[in-house]
T-cell receptor, first 114, second 110 residues
């Protein structure tokens, strides 16, 4: 069974803290994505990666960075958390071809920045 | 609190009735579409997909209709059950991009 896991379901951080959100998939997928989900706005793409050590900016990359050192793991980093980064963060992966086909989602991490 | 306009549209249906959830997509070049179901506290789950060379696709109790002329997608759920209560949203895919709709909350009444 396909599985995408995220390191935390709920996270509370303070303004200015560095935050790491981890995502692991066990399907050997090349393509991985980070989204944030806010009420009424749908999912918005932050960053994505089509291969190890490769990353591309999505629609809203400001304030975020990512790391893909291993194929199965894609990390989202908030260098200095701010209150407007309070959101639900969803990780997803897809098999090749790049960017096509069903996206398999993790359960999400609800981040609150105080 | 939430601003007006950021609340999800809600569809309330009686258990056993059919549900129809609609989605307008933005790009006429989109050639692949997916419907997702998201239950409270969970990540989105794939329900059904359709490619642009089709106008209808059926799954188990679900049907997706695609009208490319007006860029409209709908999800029909037959004999709606309490377990169908969730947020449903569509996604359009063109090239390497996915664009997601904001979603509709389906509430199943006993």
């Amino acid at each position: 069974d396909v599985k995408v896991t995220q390191s935390s379901r709920y996270l509370v951080k303070r303004t200015g803290e560095k935050v790491f959100l981890e995502c692991v998939q066990d399907m050997d997928h090349e393509n991985m994505f980070w989204y944030r989900q806010d009420p009424g706005l749908g999912l918005r793409l932050i960053y994505f990666s089509y291969d190890v050590k490769m990353k591309e900016k999505g629609d809203i990359p400001e304030g975020y960075s990512v790391s893909r050192e291993k194929k199965e793991r894609f990390s989202l980093i908030l260098e200095s958390a701010s209150t407007n980064q309070t959101s639900m963060y969803l990780c997803a992966s897809t098999p090749p071809p790049r960017g096509r086909g069903e996206q398999f989602f993790g359960p999400g991490t609800r981040l609150t920045v105080l | 609190g939430e601003s007006v306009g950021l609340h999800l549209p809600t569809l309330s249906v009686q258990e056993g009735d059919n549900s129809i959830i609609n989605c307008a997509y933005s790009n006429s070049a989109s050639d692949y579409f997916i419907w997702y179901k998201q239950e409270s506290g969970k990540g989105p789950q794939f329900i059904i997909d359709i490619r642009s060379n089709m106008d209808k696709r059926q799954g188990q109790r679900v049907t997706v209709l695609l009208n490319k002329t007006v860029k409209h997608l709908s999800l029909q759920i037959a004999a709606t059950q309490p377990g169908d209560s969730a947020v449903y949203f569509c996604a359009e895919n063109y090239g390497q991009n996915f664009v997601f709709g904001p979603g509709t909350r389906l509430s199943v009444l006993p």
